[in-house]
């Protein structure tokens, strides 16, 4: 049995995904009927940005507009219809690679490697058995309400992409869900290039070992070590950054399930008085209680999109026992109350 996965990283705050995913997805809704000028309505970025190849958007933001798109259009297998829209050539450097490999392993191989560049909340672990070749998806941060379109989009937009590669359907390949056959699966399922087994216990993709050693239509040695390298010097530029103080004090946060600590109890954390830890963050032109706010404005957000928590609940594990505090300082976060900001 042979398995991988994506190559370890030091836990960090995790970089944005690429600007044209975003954007396709809002075309997605417009080529559906849907009015998508309002998914990007107070965002920090618009239309033009998002086409610039250097954006990248923060992970929060993106799922913020999934957020939107999925209640105006409901779920109907939006991540079925997205993976159809993906094309090789969208990926970039990572899509360049999997064209030019010699292999259908060795794209898939680019692909489990160097996912983190494209969706970093996301990782490919890759295991061999009885000449099933099984690429099993996971998440590396809670998704919430958008589980079952990443899963969907991702998985289907792997198959997807083999048939680009080749040009012609890929035979002997299923893709595994968890949890129940929706609804909208039965009406879509005939135009679907693999079926779709539910009730799994793991969201994957398995097909035949023998499959992995076709050679795609474009495969060129030269550019395919080009495109490597083109890789590797993104993923250093992503995630090979000397963590700051200000990273570590981040990360620290992060992990805290329910409020924050304060200046003192940090400090004492990292062996360090408050007076020294105040003033290297400054140094780093940053202070702890814009860091505190960046932190729990991330984690209340999210749960108010992901979950169906009470504003009450969520407040508490924002740190607020008060929830007119809570709203008060959400509303100073983003210029919305807590109710306003879910019901979008």
């Not at 999934?66 to 939006?78: C, D, K, P, S, Y």
């Not at 909340?121 to 079952?148: C, I, Q």
Request: proline share 5%.
């Amino acid at each position: 049995m042979k398995s991988g996965q994506s190559p370890a990283r030091r836990r960090q705050t995790l970089p944005g995904i690429p600007g044209i995913y975003v954007l396709l997805f809002c075309d997605l809704l417009r080529e559906l009927g849907y009015d998508e000028s309002r998914l990007l309505d107070g965002m920090p970025f618009d239309r033009a940005r998002l086409l610039q190849p250097d954006c990248r958007v923060q992970i929060e933001h993106g799922a913020r507009v999934v957020q939107r798109g999925l209640l105006v259009a409901g779920h109907e297998g939006l991540g079925f219809r997205y993976a159809s829209a993906l094309k090789v050539t969208l990926h970039g450097s990572l899509g360049l690679l999997a064209l030019s490999s010699l292999t259908l392993r060795d794209a898939l191989e680019a692909g489990t490697r160097y996912l983190s560049l494209r969706a970093p909340f996301l990782e490919f672990l890759w295991s061999e058995e009885n000449d099933v070749v099984m690429l099993e998806l996971r998440t590396l941060m809670p998704l919430g309400r958008h589980t079952d379109f990443i899963m969907e989009a991702m998985l289907m937009g792997l198959v997807y992409m083999l048939q680009q590669l080749n040009d012609e359907a890929v035979d002997g390949v299923e893709v595994w869900m968890t949890g129940h056959e929706p609804p909208h699966y039965a009406g879509m399922a005939e135009r679907l290039p693999v079926p779709v087994h539910f009730g799994k216990p793991a969201c994957m993709v398995r097909g035949s070992v023998r499959q992995l050693e076709r050679r795609p239509r474009l495969a060129d040695p030269a550019v395919a070590a080009l495109a490597r390298e083109q890789c590797e010097a993104e993923f250093h530029q992503l995630f090979a950054v000397t963590e700051t103080l200000g990273d570590e004090v981040r990360r620290r946060l992060l992990d805290q399930e329910e409020g924050a600590p304060s200046l003192e109890q940090m400090a004492e954390g990292l062996h360090v008085s408050s007076r020294t830890l105040k003033r290297r963050l400054q140094e780093e032109g940053q202070n702890y209680r814009d860091i505190v706010d960046e932190v729990l404005r991330e984690r209340a957000t999210r749960l108010l999109v992901e979950t169906d928590l009470p504003v009450s609940e969520i407040a508490f594990r924002v740190g607020y026992n008060d929830v007119s505090n809570f709203a008060r300082a959400f509303k100073r976060w983003t210029g919305q109350t807590p109710r306003d900001y879910r019901r979008e």
